[in-house]
């Protein structure tokens, strides 16, 4: 995705079993590798994960940046 991935658009790279299809190759976002799995962001179930995640994409979506930063 060479403008980055939207909040809440699944990642062209994301393979029918939820597999990263360029997982270990160098042209995989530094950022994918700069998330490591851990109890804090995954919980102990995927609907904890996804609850998480999208929690997170909310919280730093380019629109809501805008209108906390033009907020009085
Ligand atoms: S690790 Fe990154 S590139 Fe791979 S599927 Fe997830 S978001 Fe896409």
């Keep these: 995705m060479p403008h980055g ?7 062209v790279q ?3 079993d939820l597999r990263c299809r ?3 190759r ?3 976002p530094p ?3 700069s998330l490591p799995p851990s109890e804090d962001m995954c919980g102990d179930s995927r609907e904890q ?8 994409e909310e919280q730093t979506a ?10 009085p």
């Design 14 to 16: 994301l393979d029918e």
């Design 31 to 33: 950022v994918c590798g």
């Design 49 to 56: 994960a996804m609850r998480w995640l999208g929690w997170m």
């Design 22 to 24: 360029i997982f270990g």
């Design 62 to 71: 380019p629109d809501r940046q805008r209108l906390e930063s033009a907020a």
């Design 5 to 11: 991935k939207p909040a809440g658009v699944r990642c």
């Design 26 to 28: 160098p042209e995989r």
